[in-house]
């Protein structure tokens, strides 16, 4: 029997046995993109690390409903309820219709999340389509009193709620720093408190995306939607709620306080958070320019990078840093995971291959069990891969001779190894990653040659146009003709 799961949780800032409440089902929600831009590697690394964690629960037998929003309006540029609707912005600066950006970069999302090998949620709802359930909660919360309306706009009454419940119960810190903390209120601002939020923004006659509401035309704030949208799905009280740590202090604190304003309930008991990523010891940020996109990264077409990396490298290369620490990217340190990762699929191959004997040299049980209690140790995936390195060493020398291994323990370390790698890491073997897109390029790129040679060009030409619209650009050299994503 292993040992059960424990997992750290924000609230308490502890590490706490994992007790869903109504087993084997578990409701896990997780805050999207907002869907304005490329999702850059940060985001990656938060959605691969629930997605190890949702891979997990599953592999252990729960049956989890993983919600993960893409947010699609409402977000503005800064958390302060200030500057424009981020997704407006880009429509406008594109001159295309706000949904056009929505669709763009949704779409882009889940292609990458796909490269990465990370399974969908069980539903991905959307704020723009919860507009009538924000519009509810925002009014029980001005009907429970926790909210007050100036000028159509609804704020959210901080300094009251915290008279009865502690705003500052995620975030650890008490009202009195955050007020401190806190700019003055501007001539222009309308809110009673500083520490206010909108939960309903009056939209301005310019602004594209707005709704009928019983307050006048406008948009829900960003924090809303999450709140509503666990709630429908989820129920008023659900298992975990994970996200990015920069969401703690505004995001994550303000949703708890919507919906115990709303329905009186903490929504969810475990809070799990994400650290950042960085670059050669600094924040990855557009400012520095050291902030890089997944297929710059896949492609080594960026100046920091000295190659391209394959998905599954990068995805190994994450789950080697626990999800609470930070994890710094620099050539030298995704060199060495792209050397532990084909070390590691080099010895799932030979195992495959490996004849038993009548006695092991080494207990597989007790390499079993260390790496379910290192998953059961708050996810703890490097320690985990530390452990399966043994099974690749034992792998070794039990090919080299040097070493034994009966058949039961050779069915057990294969187990281990399938469930790990595959169901539980969610790698792939790089065939599988590249060889089925790739085969068909080249096979297109095969037609395009003989298209040329018939100098039928307007097939020659479609192929590298199409091909191009979905991501793959074609190179032609004297060599002959390559091709990379885009
Ligand atoms: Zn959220």
Redesign the pocket.
């Known amino acids: 029997m292993q040992q059960s799961l424990n997992i750290y949780n924000t609230l308490s800032r502890s590490k706490e046995e994992f007790k869903a409440i109504n087993p084997p089902f578990v409701g896990m929600?997780?805050?999207?993109p907002t869907v304005y831009s490329d999702v850059h590697l940060g985001n990656c690394r938060t959605f691969i690390s629930f997605d190890i964690i949702y891979r997990y629960l599953s592999h252990l037998g729960y049956k989890v409903r993983y919600v993960r929003?893409i947010?699609d309006a409402g977000h503005l540029e800064s958390d302060a309820d200030e500057g424009e609707d981020k997704i407006s912005k880009k429509a406008k600066l594109a001159q295309v219709e706000p949904m056009e950006i929505v669709q763009k970069y949704t779409v882009g999302f889940r292609q990458v999340m796909e490269v990465f090998n990370a399974l969908p949620p069980s539903i991905e709802p959307t704020a723009t389509g919860h507009i009538i359930e924000q519009i509810e909660m925002t009014r029980k919360m001005l009907e429970n009193g926790f909210a007050y309306e100036v000028n159509g706009s609804i704020y959210f009454d901080v300094e009251k709620y915290n008279k009865e419940k502690n705003y500052g119960a995620l975030s650890g810190r008490n009202i009195e720093d955050l007020l401190n903390n806190t700019r003055e209120l501007g001539g222009q601002d309308e809110k009673r408190g500083q520490l206010d939020f909108a939960l309903w923004i009056k939209a301005k006659p310019e602004h594209l995306m707005q709704w009928p509401s019983p307050w006048g035309m406008g948009f829900p704030g960003?924090?809303l939607?999450?709140?509503a949208m666990?709630n429908k799905y989820l129920g008023a009280q659900f298992d975990i709620h994970g996200?990015g740590m920069d969401?703690i202090p505004t995001?994550?604190t303000n949703?708890i306080a919507q919906n115990i304003a709303f329905c009186g309930k903490h929504p969810a008991n475990y809070w799990i958070h994400t650290n950042m990523l960085t670059v050669n010891g600094q924040k990855m940020s557009k400012s520095l320019g050291n902030s890089f996109l997944p297929h710059e990264l896949f492609t080594g077409d960026h100046p920091l990078l000295d190659k391209g990396y394959g998905p599954m490298v990068v995805r190994f290369f994450m789950l080697q840093a626990h999800y609470r620490s930070t994890l710094d990217f620099s050539n030298e340190a995704l060199d060495a995971s792209e050397k532990g990762f084909k070390r590691m699929m080099a010895a799932y191959d030979v195992l495959k291959q490996l004849t038993p004997s009548d006695s092991s040299t080494s207990d597989i049980n007790v390499l079993k069990e260390r790496c379910y209690n290192a998953m059961n140790d708050d996810f703890n995936t490097p320690v985990a891969i530390a452990e399966l390195f043994e099974g690749v060493r034992i792998i070794n020398s039990v090919k080299a001779g040097t070493e034994s291994i009966t058949e039961t323990d050779l069915i057990t370390l294969t187990d281990l190894f399938q469930h790990f790698l595959f169901d539980i890491f969610g790698l792939l073997t790089e065939e599988h990653a590249t060889n089925n897109v790739g085969k068909v390029i080249d096979l297109l790129i095969d037609i395009r040659n003989s298209a040329k040679a018939n100098k039928d060009y307007s097939t020659s030409d479609a192929i590298r146009n199409k091909l191009l619209e979905i991501g793959y650009q074609l190179k032609d050299s004297k060599e002959g003709t390559s091709w990379t994503t885009v």
């Open positions: 929600y997780v805050c999207g929003n947010t960003w924090h939607e999450c709140s666990s996200g969401l995001h994550h949703e």
